[in-house]
């Protein structure tokens, strides 16, 4: 009964933006199959997280930073009605934390922006690169490139901030669409992910430190 109701409070018609899928046939489909049947089977997160022996650490970081865009966009998307120029005029995490957008466009200095225009161009600029064959190749051969990692760790960076401003702004629209597990696993198992493979500063994390705690023992 409640994965039904899950089901259709994150339905595809609330997603944010397209999707990205992985070809079927690609080892990278495969990778992601793999990663997706250990994750049903139950296992601890921690777990689950684990580079599986024989694959590479890049494609498995790939296989995950698309994963994780994926749903934690779509739970963006379903709380992004209540997320609004005039509730959240700041991109924040509470008083303490603000954040200030920059990419190599239109915004080269760290510019104060709304919460919503922020997501949209943090969806806009992940969706970019993981699309950007040169950043993150498909085809069957072409190796990583050099800054592959350090792409990822931004990329990451940037969606935990996302956790943080619907945890600490938007934690009873979680509540009354009844996500709060669906939420806190999706986060249990981005948090394990980016400390097994050290991805992002522990400073980016302190804003959501309590709950960490709390939630992740
Ligand atoms: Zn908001």
Redesign the pocket.
């Known amino acids: 009964m409640m994965a039904l109701c899950l089901k259709q409070v994150f339905n595809k018609d609330k997603t944010f933006r397209p999707r990205k899928k992985f070809e079927p046939g690609t080892q990278r489909f495969e990778l992601y199959k793999k990663a997706q049947a250990s994750l049903k089977s139950g296992l601890d997160l921690r777990a689950v997280v684990q580079l599986p022996p024989g694959e590479s650490i890049n494609d498995w970081i790939a296989v995950h930073v698309v994963d994780f865009f994926n749903r934690i966009n779509l739970i963006y998307g379903t709380?992004s009605e209540?997320?609004?120029e005039k509730?959240?005029p700041i991109m924040s995490g509470g008083l303490k934390y603000e954040y200030r957008w920059q990419d190599d466009n239109k915004y080269k200095k760290p510019t104060k922006l709304s919460?919503?225009q922020y997501m949209c161009m943090l969806m806009d600029w992940i969706e970019m690169l993981i699309n950007n064959e040169d950043i993150f190749p498909t085809r069957i051969g072409v190796p990583f490139p050099k800054q592959f990692q350090q792409v990822c760790t931004k990329i990451l960076t940037r969606l935990f901030r996302v956790f943080v401003?619907?945890y600490i702004?938007?934690f009873d629209s979680i509540i009354n669409m009844g996500a709060e597990a669906h939420v806190n696993t999706c986060y249990k198992h981005f948090y394990y992910f980016i400390r097994e493979f050290s991805l992002v500063d522990h400073r980016e994390l302190e804003p959501l430190k309590e709950m960490t705690e709390r939630i992740c023992h």
């Open positions: 709380m209540y997320c609004t509730s959240c919460a919503p401003h619907v702004h938007h």
